[in-house]
């Protein structure tokens, strides 16, 4: 199977409800892509959000409508009010800021787009990479192992959004390449700490 892509959704959420009939935020999403990631993350944080699923088969992302929201015709992309944002990682931070846990500090916040960017431009080519995978997989998951070992999230004792970042691709490695976590307990316990969150089972979990 296939790294999970940006122009195409992981599992497929055409019946899914949201909590208002006219929320502000808009999220665009295809089946197999990236936008399950970003609905995880909306889900944690309670934002009433309207989930639209292209149809890509027809071109529905290549259509001057779409284009003017990602002009690069992929997907995730979402529409809050007026602003559009497009890019997974982006998304995140952005809604880290507006509706999350931001931290005040340059440093903290620094942190946190260090680990998304790590998700989206390193584990994610590292585990999804056919060619890459037996070599770069080892020297990332032992880094991630070591570092919960004594913590149950990335950042300490509470879940964040790079726990969304990193861990998203930790369940696509194990559910579509059928990575196997064995060699990593640490890793493997807190996939499942994850796994056990409402958010989860709605999104990731729901397929």
Same mark, same amino acid.
């Not at 790079?162 to 691709?169: F, T």
């Not at 807190?190 to 729901?206: C, D, H, K, V, W």
């Given at each position: !199977?296939?790294?999970?892509?940006?122009?195409?959704? =992981?599992?497929? %959420?055409? *019946?899914?409800?949201?909590?208002?009939?006219?929320?502000?935020?808009?999220?665009?999403? /295809?089946?197999?892509?990236?936008?399950?990631?970003? %609905?995880?993350?909306?889900?944690?944080?309670?934002?009433?959000? @309207?989930?639209?699923?292209? #149809? !890509?088969?027809?071109? $529905?992302?290549?259509?001057?409508?779409?284009?003017?929201?990602?002009? !690069?015709?992929?997907?995730? +992309?979402?529409?809050?009010?007026?602003?559009?944002?497009?890019?997974? /990682?982006? &998304?995140?931070?952005?809604?880290?800021?507006?509706?999350?846990?931001?931290?005040?500090?340059? @440093? $903290?916040?620094?942190?946190?787009?260090?680990?998304?960017?790590?998700? *989206?431009?390193?584990?994610?080519?590292?585990?999804?990479? @056919?060619?890459?995978?037996?070599?770069?997989?080892?020297?990332?998951?032992?880094?991630?192992? @070591?570092?919960?070992? *004594?913590?149950? =999230?990335?950042?300490?004792? *509470?879940?964040?959004?790079?726990? &969304? +970042?990193?861990?998203?691709?930790?369940?696509?490695?194990?559910?579509?390449?059928? =990575?196997?976590?064995?060699?990593?307990?640490?890793?493997? #316990?807190?996939? !499942?700490?994850?796994?056990?969150?409402?958010? =989860?089972?709605?999104?990731?979990?729901?397929?």
């Amino acid at each position: !199977m296939s790294y999970p892509s940006q122009e195409s959704e =992981f599992s497929s %959420q055409e *019946n899914f409800q949201v909590s208002q009939s006219s929320p502000q935020l808009k999220l665009y999403s /295809g089946l197999r892509s990236r936008a399950t990631i970003v %609905q995880w993350y909306l889900e944690e944080l309670g934002v009433p959000y @309207e989930y639209i699923l292209l #149809d !890509m088969k027809a071109g $529905e992302h290549k259509q001057p409508e779409y284009l003017s929201i990602n002009p !690069m015709g992929k997907v995730p +992309a979402i529409v809050d009010g007026d602003f559009k944002l497009w890019e997974s /990682g982006a &998304i995140l931070v952005y809604l880290a800021n507006k509706y999350g846990e931001t931290p005040s500090s340059l @440093e $903290e916040q620094s942190e946190i787009v260090q680990w998304v960017l790590f998700a *989206n431009a390193t584990l994610g080519l590292g585990l999804f990479l @056919e060619d890459r995978r037996e070599k770069e997989a080892p020297s990332l998951l032992k880094p991630l192992n @070591e570092l919960l070992t *004594n913590k149950p =999230f990335l950042l300490g004792d *509470n879940f964040s959004v790079v726990d &969304i +970042a990193v861990g998203s691709y930790l369940f696509y490695a194990k559910i579509l390449v059928n =990575f196997d976590f064995k060699e990593y307990p640490a890793v493997a #316990d807190y996939l !499942m700490r994850l796994s056990e969150r409402p958010a =989860f089972q709605q999104t990731i979990g729901n397929r």
